[in-house]
């Protein structure tokens, strides 16, 4: 059983920076692509980005892009989501996921197989 564990997060003033970072147990770390997601209350659940399981090339919505990095720390099990330039409009609850990979990169939901259970980010303007 795979179990996704995230931590970080919290409230900042636009503008500001945050971090998550999200821990990976009971499977090999390295054998899945990670992805981060967000729901903002009354909207679905949407993409945010992902990293491919060995070689870490990322993937962005145009929304975050520029703006947010994902980086992954294959030793410790662990993805990183760095948070910078941020807006009010990214006020959401963030969960992470992980997903077997596949010949594309994952970025929807339903190709996760894994996920963590969400902690709130809140912007303030």
């Known amino acids: 059983q795979v179990q996704v564990a995230e931590s970080g997060g919290g409230s900042v003033q636009a503008g500001g920076s945050l971090r998550r970072s999200c821990v990976v147990s009971?499977?090999?770390?390295?054998?899945?692509?990670m992805g981060w997601f967000r729901q903002a209350p009354g909207q679905e659940r949407e993409f945010v980005g992902t990293?491919?399981?060995?070689?870490?090339?990322?993937y962005y919505a145009d929304s975050v892009k520029g703006r947010f990095t994902i980086s992954r720390e294959n030793t410790k099990s662990t993805v990183i989501l760095q948070m910078n330039s941020l807006k009010p409009e990214d006020t959401a609850v963030y969960f992470c996921?992980?997903?077997?990979?596949?010949?594309?990169?994952?970025?929807?939901?339903?190709?996760?197989?894994?996920w963590g259970q969400g902690t709130q980010v809140t912007v303030s303007s």
């Open positions: 990293i491919r399981q060995s070689c870490g090339t990322t």
């Open positions: 996921a992980a997903g077997r990979p596949r010949v594309n990169p994952l970025l929807r939901g339903y190709e996760y197989d894994y």
């Open positions: 009971g499977r090999t770390f390295i054998n899945y692509d």
